[in-house]
């Protein structure tokens, strides 16, 4: 019986051949489409979810208060580990980590840069991914250990078997030989922590003081709990913990779990507020949308042409037919071409699925050795192949006998009204999407063209390590001779976000509710002038100015009019006890994304402070002018490679996760409108198939071909327009709430619902006259005699 029916189904698909085609290519790209934006959501719901243990692993967090406002940082203090794991009974491993830094390792000849940081030896074993060469228990106890991953140490030696061999590691002016104690494996792609060597946070700590007190943060703190601790109560009773330690602290403490910070990890004023985990949702159900809508498009045709099948249901059902063996039928119809649709979709996913890890930033590859795989492809199928044939089977199956040997058979217009709102449903998604990708786009175009207040487009920035920190007077002096290069400075600030920052400024008749976090800029002469900031009042620092460098600041507008707030026309302010005062102030500069607004700032003069050097460049001739720049480097510098970067590529990896919204959102819409069209070219040659004798009579009326045009047009352009209104409506909802997560933003433009209109109606519009056109141009005396 079923071999019976699967031929049935052949047959039926080599006598439609378009709307087989249709279907069959209209669900393999609902598929493809699904498959792709799964992939990706599970790699994204999996990050760090791979950690052993957890459920038991936490990420320490604050809330620092300033006046009203409240700062959530995952920077703690330096003690915090440690003091949490003597004191508390609740914690079984604990571990505090600095920042990722590039280091250079030399082993004889060969010289590499690594990426890394300063841990704990309780982080190797909260994230313990397996041990390649070594003991877990003995890495890290001493200063002069060093423990690699396993790519790490092929890097170096091309090997793994490297425990106890020597190997100096550079920084900055430092060289220190270290012994290589252990080689772990490479943690997961799944894992945010990412390096290739770590160094004991002991030796880190022992050359920076102020790591000791309980009122700085920097590094990260994450801990494990004890098996059958509970999370959220242990989390509630951290809250006064550093301020048991310090009576001036402004902190509440807090337990985060780890295998949720990466989607779920966002905080506005203190409440928690959507992450990552929002966008997961937003293409989890584009995803769905896309799918829905191919299956639409299978009901549509499927239904549409229903007269030509129901001739076949009526001699089946006076064979003896019943319901339930009709169903059946069609049902296995939908799921054989929803099963021909998903190894096309298979095959498309494989063929674009490096493109799409491009795009996404992502390594994601086909599981095709996991049974979790297959199981879950095969359900999509099953139920795609179920939903798209659901409503066709049911309807069919109901046709009655008398009614099928009829000379004509038409749908009735409960079914007409739901095949026209399946495509009203179509084209709404296809409206949201392309108004939504336009808002995105213009948002984004926004951010990336603006004033930053400072010169992106003429900036490199350069690492100073080795002679180049150490004479960098000399350096500066050799990069002024070349007539391309216009000014040369250095500072502590990278413009990629906060990094050093401070509540502990205060000024005269100072407001408690007017507390801020401050950045802590650190720089050299020519600083202001290098990086293109806009002096607006007073002057920059001077050489003849001797006190600039220990009395001395310049504030940006936002921290001046803070100050003035409370006392107007006030020039001095204190910061860490020392007074200061305010020579100059420079307009506002961003150096965090769009989303913030700008934190107040403060620049000191403290060139010994400073690790990141900058020139400012004529772009006429820009490769002559970094071929002189790695020459100069090379000569003063030997010992290290030559690195350097454009401030306008830093900045625009600010909005690396915006860009890739908006790119996926852009594909995705055009996916959207060409699979709602395909569609629409098959219920337009549906209806001029229905219409050929009607067609054929008005042209022999002398009808134009304009006029036979709108006969089939008009069935769907005003859907067409209905759906435009209410996406427009829905797309102008969700966009503004998705622009409530900027501090800076565009307005809600009149234009982008008129050129979305545009957009869809000219493709529907197209697609369905160049159907109409062939009917509208085919034999009227052959039309009419057929029929």
């Keep these: 019986m079923i071999k019976n029916y699967f031929k049935i189904a052949l047959r039926g698909f080599a006598k439609h051949k378009l709307t087989f085609f249709i279907n069959l290519f209209g669900l393999s790209l609902g598929l493809w489409a699904a498959i792709l934006i799964g992939l990706w959501v599970n790699s994204e719901m999996n990050v760090n979810k791979e950690l052993p243990e957890v459920a038991r692993v936490y990420q320490m967090m604050e809330h620092q208060s300033y006046g009203t406002n409240i700062f959530t940082t995952a920077s703690t203090p ?18 505090t980590y600095t920042w990722l830094e590039n280091y250079l390792f030399v082993i004889g000849d060969k010289r590499i840069k690594l990426e ?20 877990l228990n003995f890495m890290l106890t001493e200063n002069n250990h060093v423990v690699l991953t396993e790519s790490g ?14 190997v100096e590691i550079k920084s900055g002016t430092d060289s220190k030989n270290f012994i290589i104690q252990g080689v772990i494996n490479d943690y997961p792609n799944s894992s945010t922590m990412k390096f290739d060597f770590v160094l004991p946070y002991s030796l880190y700590f022992e050359e920076n003081d102020w790591l000791e007190e309980w009122d700085n943060n920097g590094p990260r703190t994450v801990i494990r709990l004890r098996e059958g601790v509970d999370g959220d109560k242990f989390s509630a009773s951290m809250e006064n913990y550093i301020q048991d330690k310090s009576e001036e602290s402004n902190v509440r403490l807090f337990a985060y779990p780890y295998g949720d910070y990466y989607l779920h990890g966002g905080w506005k004023d203190g409440q928690k507020i959507e992450g990552r985990i929002k966008n997961v949702k ?3 159900m584009i995803g769905l949308f896309v799918l829905i809508i191919a299956c639409i498009n299978f009901m549509n045709l499927s239904t549409a042409k229903s007269q030509k099948r129901a001739k076949e249901v009526g001699v089946r059902k006076v064979a003896g037919a019943d319901k339930k063996s009709l169903v059946f039928q ?15 979709a298979l095959i498309l996913v494989q063929a674009t699925l490096p493109i799409f890890n491009n795009l996404t930033g992502k390594e994601m590859f086909v599981p095709y050795l996991s049974s979790l795989f297959w199981i879950r492809l095969l359900s999509i199928i099953l139920f795609t192949g179920l939903v798209a044939g659901s409503y066709p089977a049911f309807y069919l199956s109901a046709t009655k006998v008398v009614s099928v040997f009829r000379s004509f058979t038409k749908a009735g217009k409960g079914v007409v009204m739901a095949r026209k709102g399946l495509v009203l449903f179509q084209f709404i998604l296809a409206t949201i999407l392309i108004v939504s990708t336009l808002v995105v786009y213009k948002q984004i175009s926004f951010a990336m063209n603006q004033d930053l207040g400072y010169s992106k487009d003429q900036l490199i920035q350069i690492p100073l390590e080795g002679k180049l920190l150490e004479s960098f007077d000399v350096f500066k002096t050799e990069l002024e001779k070349n007539e391309n290069i216009e000014a040369v400075s250095r500072s502590s600030f990278g413009f990629m976000g906060r990094n050093s920052n401070t509540g502990g400024v205060s000024w005269e008749g100072k407001d408690p509710e007017n507390a801020a976090l401050f950045e802590v800029i650190r720089v050299d002469y020519d600083f202001i002038k290098t990086s293109g900031m806009e002096l607006i009042k007073g002057r920059a620092f001077d050489l003849l100015n001797g006190s600039d460098s220990t009395s001395g600041a310049i504030l940006n507008q936002t921290a001046y009019d803070l100050m003035q707030k409370d006392h107007e026309g006030s020039e001095f302010f204190r910061m860490w006890d020392v007074e200061r005062s305010i020579i100059g102030v420079v307009k506002d500069f961003h150096f965090e994304s769009f989303r913030q607004s700008v934190a107040p700032a403060i620049l000191l003069l403290d060139p010994i402070n400073t690790w990141q ?12 002018t970094i071929a002189y720049l790695e020459k100069t480097a090379a000569n003063l ?3 290290f490679p030559f690195e350097y970067s454009f401030m306008d590529e830093n900045y625009a990896r600010l909005y690396q996760e915006d860009v890739r919204l908006r790119d996926l959102a852009e594909y995705f819409s055009i996916l959207t409108i060409l699979i709602s069209c395909l569609g629409l070219l098959g219920l337009s040659a549906h209806i001029a198939e229905q219409k050929t004798k009607e067609i054929g009579i008005r042209k022999v009326l002398g009808a134009s071909t304009f006029s036979i045009l709108q006969v089939i047009n008009k069935e769907f352009i005003l859907i067409v327009f209905m759906s435009i209104v209410i996406g427009s409506g829905l797309a102008f909802w969700l966009m503004q709430d998705w622009l409530d997560g900027y501090q800076y933003k565009i307005n809600f433009e009149w234009w982008f619902i008129p050129l979305s209109a545009v957009t869809i109606m000219g493709v529907a519009f197209l697609t369905v006259t160049l159907q109409s056109l062939k009917a509208a141009n085919s034999n009227p005396v052959k039309a009419i005699k057929s029929e």
Excluded at 330 to 344: A, P, Q, R, V
Excluded at 613 to 624: A, L, M, P, S
């Design 116 to 135: 890394g940081m300063h841990v704990m030896p309780d982080l190797l074993k909260i994230y313990d991914y397996g041990v390649v060469e070594g003991d």
């Design 78 to 95: 330096g003690v915090l580990a440690e003091s949490m794991k003597e004191s508390l009974a609740d914690v079984e491993y604990a571990a």
């Design 153 to 166: 140490a092929i890097s170096l030696f091309g090997r793994t078997d490297v425990v106890g061999e020597d």
């Design 637 to 639: 510098n030997p010992e």
């Design 613 to 624: 050097g900058y020139v400012k460049v004529n772009t006429e001739n820009i490769q002559e």
């Design 330 to 344: 069609f049902m296995s119809e939908s799921i054989l071409i929803s099963f021909f649709s998903g190894i096309i």
């Design 282 to 284: 937003l293409f989890a």
